[in-house]
Every structure is written in structure tokens, then in C-alpha cells.
């Protein structure tokens, strides 16, 4: 959805604050943090029959694993760590601390994400399609799809993600 309209407003300080910290902790920008508040406002009391429906097919769920995420045609010493943010069926959003040499082009047509489950006794190995990039004070976040997960990585995140 494109978005063609600036609003500009005054608040308090404690406001302003909190939206901040709100972003920061949600890895979002503060007008994205904003925007979601009055979507949730306006769904709520029923007052905007124009909101989209979510677009996303399955449901992610929030987590912080642990991971290593490099380019397939590296070795894997040469992996960087990084972390999982969120994780579905379909897709996963990570997190790089800034400054790595895993930078996405927009040439990058694959990355590999290496992690493990609490339930599961092998590692979890995924090829993704890198789709988008956002680059903040001290971390990148990731997001990108998932491509043809082998039958055990299909199957681990089925039982960890129902």
C-alpha cells in the first residue's frame, strides 16, 4: 500500500518517549509504530471500513533464537551470527549486527539460515530468498522468504510454531 499523506503533530515529551521506545523495542520507525496505533484504534471502534485485511498468509510468531546466517557459497566458519526475530511457514525477518561482512545486494538471491529448536536434536538449515533490508543505528533486519524446507525442517517448525 502506498503511502501519499504527511501528517504532522504536536505531544508531550512522556508521548513521544514511549512511541519511541515502542519502536525500538518493536525494531519499527516511529511513524510505523503510530500508524499501527491508530489502525488498531480505528478496527477497534469499528470507525474505517477501508482498512486492508493482513496480507500475510501465515501467521508469524515472535521469538529471539539464536542463528547463522551466511551466503551458501561460504563456508560455514564464515557464517555470521545473527538472530531470529520472527519465524512462519512462509518466512522469517532476522537480525545482523551492523557492520558484518553479510551485507544483501540486490543481486542476492539466497542466503542460509542456521539455528536450533529446543525440541529438536539437529540443526534447522533454510534456504531463504532475502526480500527486503532495513538498516538501523546498530543492527540490519532481514526479511525474506522460505524456499523448499527439507521434509525434517518443515516438520520441526510445524510441531515448534503450533
Same mark, same amino acid.
Given at each position: 500500500? #502506498? ?5 504532522? /503533530?504536536?505531544?508531550?515529551? #512522556?508521548?513521544? &518517549?514511549?512511541? #519511541?521506545?515502542? %519502536?525500538?523495542?518493536?525494531? =519499527? ?22 482498512? &486492508?485485511? &493482513? ?11 539464536? *542463528? /547463522?546466517? $551466511?551466503?551458501?557459497?561460504? =563456508?560455514?566458519?564464515? /557464517? #555470521?551470527? $545473527? &538472530?531470529?526475530?520472527?519465524?512462519? /511457514? $512462509? ?22 539460515? !542456521?539455528?536450533?529448536? *529446543? ?5 534447522? !538449515? ?16 532481514? $526479511? ?11 516438520? %520441526?517448525? =510445524?510441531?515448534?510454531?503450533?
Amino acid at each position: 500500500m #502506498e503511502k501519499d499523506i504527511t501528517i504532522c /503533530f504536536q505531544t508531550t515529551s #512522556e508521548i513521544s &518517549n514511549a512511541v #519511541e521506545k515502542i %519502536a525500538k523495542e518493536e525494531c =519499527q520507525n516511529v511513524s510505523s509504530v503510530i500508524e499501527s496505533i491508530i489502525y488498531f484504534y480505528l478496527k477497534d471502534n469499528k470507525e474505517f471500513k477501508g482498512i &486492508n485485511q &493482513n496480507r500475510r498468509r501465515l501467521e508469524r510468531k515472535k521469538v529471539r533464537l539464536p *542463528a /547463522f546466517i $551466511g551466503d551458501p557459497r561460504w =563456508q560455514r566458519r564464515d /557464517f #555470521e551470527e $545473527g &538472530n531470529i526475530i520472527d519465524i512462519s /511457514f $512462509g518466512g522469517i525477518r532476522l537480525s545482523v549486527p551492523k557492520g558484518t561482512k553479510l551485507e544483501i545486494q540486490r543481486d542476492t538471491k539466497e542466503i542460509r539460515v !542456521n539455528f536450533t529448536l *529446543a525440541d529438536c536434536i539437529w540443526r534447522i !538449515n533454510l534456504k531463504c530468498h532475502p526480500r527486503w533490508e532495513s538498516e538501523f543505528k546498530e543492527e540490519v533486519l532481514i $526479511g525474506a522468504t522460505l524456499v523448499d524446507p527439507d521434509f525434517y525442517s518443515y516438520t %520441526a517448525l =510445524q510441531r515448534y510454531l503450533i
